[in-house]
């Protein structure tokens, strides 16, 4: 079966610092896979999404980037953090079929 | 045109029952709808989702029912628990190949008193 881990699961960081988020899916080939963010107390919005390794398609500008280096594996990163950017990061996959989230990174930039 | 519209956004129902939940949606280009759990600190769950060639569609005590012409869904929770007690969030996407690309209500945090 597929499953698909999300790391850290909480995370502090000052403003200015750099940000690395990592996902892997374990269990299926060739997903599309998601990058979301919850504000708190808000649905979620689309950030990032890949159809394929080294194939990123940005959703919204902001401060943020996504990388793909490996089939199963996505990378959310930040060269600096800016408060705007606490919330809760969600990263999701699809095969033809809905979508299945991890189980998010909490973010807080302090 | 990419907005989908959730409510209500708080809903309190008694033990046993039912639980409905409305999202309108404008973009006509859109042909898949899920419904997704999520408890406080988890990821969201799928629970039941639709296309739109059918009206209706039921998991267990989930139903969803789908009117194209108004453009609108429905997600109906029959004999309600405590333990359905999260937030729902109705989505929608368009395209076979990227069910994943979805447009999320605002979510409906439902509370079933025992």
């Known amino acids: 079966s597929q499953t698909i881990h999300q790391w850290p699961a909480t995370l502090v960081q000052p403003v200015g610092s750099p940000l690395s988020l990592e996902c892997t899916v374990e269990?299926?080939?060739?997903?599309?896979l998601y990058w979301y963010r919850q504000a708190a107390g808000r649905g979620l919005q689309l950030l990032f999404y890949?159809?394929?390794?080294?194939?990123i398609s940005s959703e919204v500008p902001q401060n943020l980037s996504a990388s793909r280096p490996q089939d199963r594996q996505f990378i959310l990163s930040s060269k600096k953090l800016l408060l705007s950017d606490s919330g809760f990061y969600l990263c999701a996959w699809s095969v033809l079929t809905s979508a299945f989230f991890g189980q998010g990174t909490r973010l807080t930039v302090v | 045109q990419q907005q989908v519209k959730q409510s209500p956004q708080s809903l309190i129902v008694q033990k046993g029952g039912i639980s409905i939940i409305n999202c309108a949606y404008e973009?006509?280009?859109?042909?898949?709808f899920p419904w997704y759990q999520q408890f406080p600190g988890k990821g969201p769950a799928l629970l039941i989702a639709?296309?739109?060639?059918?009206s209706e569609k039921k998991e267990g005590r989930f139903t969803i029912s789908f009117n194209k012409s108004a453009k609108q869904f429905s997600l109906h929770i029959m004999d309600s628990q405590p333990g359905d007690s999260a937030t729902y969030f109705c989505a929608a996407s368009r395209g076979s190949s990227n069910t994943g690309k979805l447009i999320f209500g605002q979510g409906t945090t439902l509370q079933v008193k025992p």
């Open positions: 639709i296309r739109p060639d059918v």
């Open positions: 269990g299926t080939s060739n997903p599309n």
């Open positions: 890949s159809v394929g390794i080294g194939q």
């Open positions: 973009n006509t280009a859109f042909d898949y």
